[in-house]
């Protein structure tokens, strides 16, 4: 448990990951630019086939399956004076050849909206809507479990000078399952947060920031004999940066503390460092080699476990030959400890995942993208009805409309 332990580690996220870190540009703007096409539709077929579509332990060929995806969708952008709109639609079928009762339609709304007030202020309002299939790496059986998952953000930054900023915002997240009995794992999340930024002469930046979440479970947990209330609060300061070390090395990220305190059963409540760092290094002008070291708290759909904490590396490189073929690799290892166990006569349960994906994408025309992947993956536990193995290959395209 992160309190039992004495954790010195650093820990950030990549911009481009968890928008729970992700702060805004305190860099001069002077306008928002109008977009390059104001309306574009795209449409993309996907064929992948899973070796263990149910992450089942034993039989894994009984579990295997192939998934047909078709994707429609429209994003409109509307520059209003100094502020820019944008509106996306997505739809999805998606359907398997042997499982069909895990035939569903996905969806990926977004709106937004970048604003900005004179030369000092600007942000942004966001709000998204998802829908998707559970993976089934809890379930393990053909279950069809669909998550609705709500975002919702509001943020605003004043620049103080050239160098300083501040700013804060609040945010919303929602998920719902649909599958009876995994509703005791939905939840809700508001957070606010504050922000204070540096931008240095090269446009290098850093940011400490203040965050505070109220964790919200509707349906409470039963265990044998008791109710259980898993709402939380938690509280975290960290700092965040998008920093080039070299001319060939960038440091993306932020480490910070963390304390979570819940309602009921204090035993539960852990404190530490957690985060994730990720650092770019561009050894050529067509290589780039991404590597993340992380440790993190996270949710779990496990009956006797409140969260995870889990830490891990990864390898992830880049290989663009020509402005047409894009090669792209992520090499993981990670361990999970599940925390907060009730009620459990169990080993507190432990796991060990490793995995590679691998994918080639080629662009003949400016709006036509092929592509092949392959991915594999392997998780350990000491509790052996949660040992897998799967490998997954598969082809995409993707043609734009404008």
């Not at 630019?33 to 104001?38: A, L, R, V």
């Not at 001319?247 to 932020?254: A, I, P, V, W």
């Not at 963390?258 to 760092?277: P, S």
């Not at 050529?284 to 009956?303: H, N, W």
Request: negative net charge; charged residues 30%; aromatic residues 10%.
């Amino acid at each position: 448990m992160l309190k039992r332990q004495a954790i010195a580690v650093l820990v950030l996220v990549c911009f481009n990951g968890d928008p729970a870190l992700a702060i805004l540009d305190p860099a001069i703007v002077i306008d928002v630019p109008p977009p390059d096409e104001p309306v574009r539709f795209y449409t993309g077929y996907s064929l992948a086939h899973d070796s263990n579509l149910l992450r089942a332990t034993e039989d894994e060929g009984e579990a295997s399956d192939t998934l047909h995806r078709l994707d429609v969708g429209v994003e409109l952008k509307l520059k209003l004076n100094r502020q820019l709109a944008t509106v996306r639609l997505d739809a999805s079928r998606n359907e398997f050849e042997r499982f069909t009762q895990l035939d569903y339609d996905g969806r990926d709304l977004l709106g937004r909206l970048d604003w900005l007030v004179g030369n000092r202020w600007h942000g942004d309002i966001s709000y998204s809507n998802t829908r998707t299939l559970n993976k089934l790496t809890e379930l393990q059986s053909p279950t069809r479990d669909l998550l609705t998952q709500q975002r919702g953000f509001a943020n605003a930054l004043y620049r103080l000078d050239p160098t300083w900023s501040i700013s804060g915002g609040l945010e919303y997240f929602e998920l719902e399952h649909s599958a009876t009995g995994q509703e005791v794992f939905d939840r809700r999340e508001d957070a606010i947060n504050l922000n204070l930024h540096y931008l240095n002469a090269v446009k290098n930046k850093l940011a400490l920031q203040i965050k505070a979440i109220d964790g919200q479970l509707p349906e409470r947990e039963f265990q044998p004999g008791v109710v259980i209330d898993n709402d939380y609060r938690q509280f975290e300061l960290g700092a965040i940066a998008d920093w080039y070390l070299t001319g060939k090395t960038l440091l993306r990220g932020g480490i910070g503390y963390t304390q979570r305190n819940y309602r009921e059963m204090a035993d539960r409540d852990i404190d530490g460092v957690t985060g994730r760092l990720t650092l770019h290094w561009f050894a050529t002008a067509k290589t780039e080699i991404a590597f993340t070291g992380l440790r993190e708290i996270s949710a779990v759909e496990d009956f006797t476990a409140a969260y995870a904490l889990t830490s891990g590396v990864s390898v992830a490189p880049l290989w663009t030959p020509t402005e047409k073929i894009r090669v792209e690799g992520d090499f993981y290892y990670q361990e999970r400890d599940f925390e907060g166990e009730v009620a459990s006569e169990d080993a507190q349960r432990r796991d060990e995942v490793h995995g590679a994906n691998l994918s080639l994408s080629y662009t003949p025309r400016e709006k036509i993208r092929l592509a092949v992947m392959a991915q594999t993956e392997k998780r350990d536990s000491n509790r052996e009805s949660k040992d897998y193995r799967y490998n997954i290959v598969g082809v995409s395209v993707r043609i734009e409309f404008y």
